[in-house]
């Protein structure tokens, strides 16, 4: 049973999500705020959490960017603002998901099924990208066709490893930076770009199944192309 946290100071919104999610069979955990939400022995225990963005004592942007530097949970972000902007804005946090208010309870549903099964697909040790095969267990990609294997050089396995696991999340090259070479790495950040440009050349033959995408300015995106 997945275990969600709702973390919104309307107590209507918080019973409409509650309803519809528990009918779904999940756990649901309500919070009026940030700061009430923010308990760190209980926040392991959580699958995926809903938030407010405008919220007293510790805001939806704040708790996410405070999520973001524990894991890669899920986190689903409710607001009453649709201006690019502030999607941006939530994207460069570590958002995986936006709705706008107000919102069809179901279409969250939807959305919260969604982002729990690209999840538990990240923590895998095994991710299938159309015709290959992204093993961590050996860190080498399989190529089906053919059934050959390559053993890539670390860093851009594990920077392919990482898109593949998120797909159509946004990773600015900050984010990239701080989960492949760490909080400490003082080089280029354009690092990332030769390596993301190595990672295109290698699996050009496979673009028509997924692709890395290029949002200027943000960052990086891998999308699963379907037929």
Known sequence: MAKIMVVDDDAHIRQLVRLYLEDEGMEVVEKSNGEEAWDEEALPSVDLF????????????EMCRKLRKQG??????????????????GFQLGTDDYLVKPFDPMELVMRVKALL??????????????????DKSSYTVLFKKGEDMVTLPLKEFELLYLLASYPGRLFTRNMLIEHIWGYRYEGDSRTVDTHIKRLRDRFAGYSHQFRIITLRGLGYRLEIVHD
């Not at 890669?72 to 804005?89: G, H, Q």
């Open 117 to 134: 099964k690209r999840y538990r697909i990240s923590i895998s040790q095994e991710i299938q990208l159309g015709g290959i095969v992204i």
């Open 50 to 61: 809903v938030l407010d963005v405008m919220m007293p004592n510790m805001d939806g942007w």
């Open 72 to 89: 890669n949970k899920p986190v689903l972000m409710l607001t009453a603002k649709s201006e690019p902007s502030d999607k941006i804005k």
